[in-house]
């Protein structure tokens, strides 16, 4: 089970088995990507990354209205994002190319809205489950005539 500090962060580690792991956004009350979310994640590819048992980890939501929301856009977290990740890119490019890359099977469990960002992370996942009753995917960059 997951320590204190991760507890109380916007991104759960719960570690069910060394071979199955569940990640809970909980960053109320949206779950908007800041960074925090990033930070969280970036702690969770390195762990994922060093822990050879590992085969599948399932992305949820501790919001059952929303899954994972856009990317900050308060101001607050554009130095983080606009930094390099391990990969050499930005943290958010950095943290869903390596997603896609990782060798542990992702699962996006998704209930409630997933805009934006969270659409993107759900699809660098490798597989998607969705509430026919209350999920929804959005890309509203789309409509703004924004490149996502």
Same mark, same amino acid.
């Given at each position: 089970?997951?320590?204190?500090?991760?507890?109380?962060?916007?991104?759960?580690?719960?570690?069910?088995?060394?071979?199955?792991?569940?990640?809970?956004?909980?960053?109320?009350?949206? +779950?908007?990507?800041?960074?925090?979310?990033?930070?969280? %994640?970036? !702690?969770? $590819?390195? #762990?994922?990354?060093? &822990? *050879?048992?590992?085969?599948?980890?399932?992305?949820?939501?501790?919001?059952?209205?929303?899954?994972?929301?856009?990317?900050?856009?308060?101001?607050?977290?554009?130095?983080?994002? +606009?930094?390099?990740?391990?990969?050499?890119?930005?943290? %958010?490019? !950095?943290? $869903?190319? #390596?997603?896609?890359? &990782? *060798?542990?099977?992702?699962?996006?469990?998704?209930?409630?809205?997933?805009?934006?960002?969270?659409?993107?992370?759900?699809?660098?996942?490798?597989?998607?489950?969705?509430?026919?009753?209350?999920?929804?995917?959005?890309?509203?960059?789309?409509?703004?005539?924004?490149?996502?």
């Amino acid at each position: 089970m997951s320590d204190v500090r991760e507890m109380a962060a916007p991104v759960h580690i719960i570690e069910e088995t060394p071979a199955y792991w569940r990640v809970l956004f909980d960053n109320p009350p949206l +779950n908007v990507a800041d960074q925090a979310v990033f930070e969280g %994640l970036q !702690d969770l $590819l390195a #762990r994922m990354d060093a &822990s *050879p048992d590992l085969r599948v980890v399932v992305f949820e939501s501790a919001n059952p209205d929303f899954y994972l929301a856009h990317t900050d856009m308060s101001g607050e977290s554009r130095n983080y994002t +606009n930094s390099g990740g391990p990969s050499g890119v930005s943290i %958010l490019m !950095d943290t $869903l190319v #390596r997603l896609t890359k &990782s *060798p542990v099977v992702s699962i996006a469990k998704i209930r409630g809205r997933a805009r934006g960002l969270g659409s993107e992370f759900a699809l660098a996942c490798d597989m998607r489950f969705a509430s026919r009753e209350n999920a929804i995917l959005g890309q509203p960059e789309v409509g703004a005539g924004v490149i996502p």
